[in-house]
């Protein structure tokens, strides 16, 4: 599925200036299908006034409508929120400060881009971990495709994320590490987003292979040289006071 050309239209729409917008979801994690929504992730800026007195802005602008018949669902956070969530083992926000997909950019979303090596740790390993045990659990109570491809593709972050310290949330770029049956259900959910998942074939097995990646996650954490918590603190408060005072 290709991206709507008028996407970029939409940054200068929203009521507060925005440090940047990418695209998240399925077309980040490399299996949209035809009737894919679009997941549009940013940072916004509140005014200083909005911030010190007393009528506090939004810290999170979360909104969703259809235009030329694409859903749109766009959440942004306040940067003081943003940041603070980055210097949590929030591997989410993370992939959207690193997403490829950029529909708006700005030198502040640069210098964090920049900072981001020093805010990947050890522990984003329990976020990936998580995710994974949760949409393991929504394929089992709906046996959609959708649920058992996000279980696939966390594991397989986490674990390239636990042993190169990168990460890279597109499963088409990291089928190394799943069962050699990932192609073809990454090809099955382009037909449809809600699709149930195709029968395997009787050698394959979903439940051993989630199991084996969720052990492979779990002893690379055990093995990585990452640090425990984010090295670049000081930095992104420094970014952040100066970016609110400008």
Known sequence: MTLPPWLE???GEQPYP?????????????FPSADSDVDLRGVHVLPV??????????????????????????????LLKFCGLLLRRNGYV???????????????HQ???????????????????????????????TGELKPLLYTFRVLATGIHLMRTGLLEA???RLFAYGPAYLPELVEAKKEAEHAPAPALAASCSAEKDVARLTAE?????????????ATVGADVHDLVVRTRLS
């Open 94 to 108: 993370l992939e959207q400060l690193l997403s490829p997909l950029v529909v708006a950019s700005s030198p502040v």
């Open 9 to 11: 239209q939409i940054p």
């Open 217 to 229: 996650l779990e002893q690379a954490m055990a093995d990585s040289g990452l640090p425990e918590a």
């Open 170 to 172: 597109d499963l088409t």
């Open 111 to 141: 210098e964090l881009v920049a900072l981001a090596p020093g805010l990947v740790t050890r522990n984003h390993g329990h976020h990936y971990l998580g995710f994974a045990r949760t949409q393991w659990r929504l394929y089992g109570r």
């Open 49 to 78: 006034e909005e911030v010190v007195g007393l009528r506090v802005g939004e810290a999170t602008i979360d909104r969703s409508w259809v235009r030329s018949g694409v859903e749109v669902d766009l959440v942004t956070h306040d």
């Open 18 to 30: 925005l440090v940047f917008a990418t695209v998240s979801g399925a077309h980040l994690y490399g």
